[in-house]
């Protein structure tokens, strides 16, 4: 399916820091919940992610990732996630975080 530049421009992806990280036992698959820091305009925004292959909770805080901040937000359980957190899975189909090669200011959207 073909997409026009006006439809792309609909999806608000921004840059966050991740600034806490908590175990989601709650979760039906291992997850973490996450709060998002994507700077003044936007601000903090909760997420959970099912992200426990790859991450440890210690090393999450402090990095930078890619998010979708203008979804409605979705009751996940307990969670009320407020940002599609991006990723990309690995070749076992676990999920790998996408963010920026080098430090960015924070809520600054992909174009």
Do not use: C
């Not at 039906?28 to 992610?49: C, M, N, Q, T």
């Not at 996630?81 to 189909?93: A, N």
């Amino acid at each position: 399916m073909t997409i026009t530049y006006g439809d792309f421009e609909k999806v608000d992806i921004r840059v966050g820091r991740i600034t806490r990280a908590e175990p989601f036992p709650e979760a039906r698959k291992p997850a973490y919940r996450l709060w998002v820091d994507f700077g003044p305009e936007i601000g903090e925004k909760r997420s959970s992610a099912q992200i426990t292959t790859h991450y440890t909770l210690e090393e999450l805080v402090g990095r930078q990732v890619l998010g979708v901040v203008n979804f409605p937000a979705r009751q996940i359980g307990p969670v009320l996630s407020e940002v599609l957190v991006l990723g990309l899975p690995d070749e076992d189909g676990q999920v790998v975080l996408i963010g920026p090669g080098h430090e960015v200011p924070l809520g600054g959207k992909l174009f």
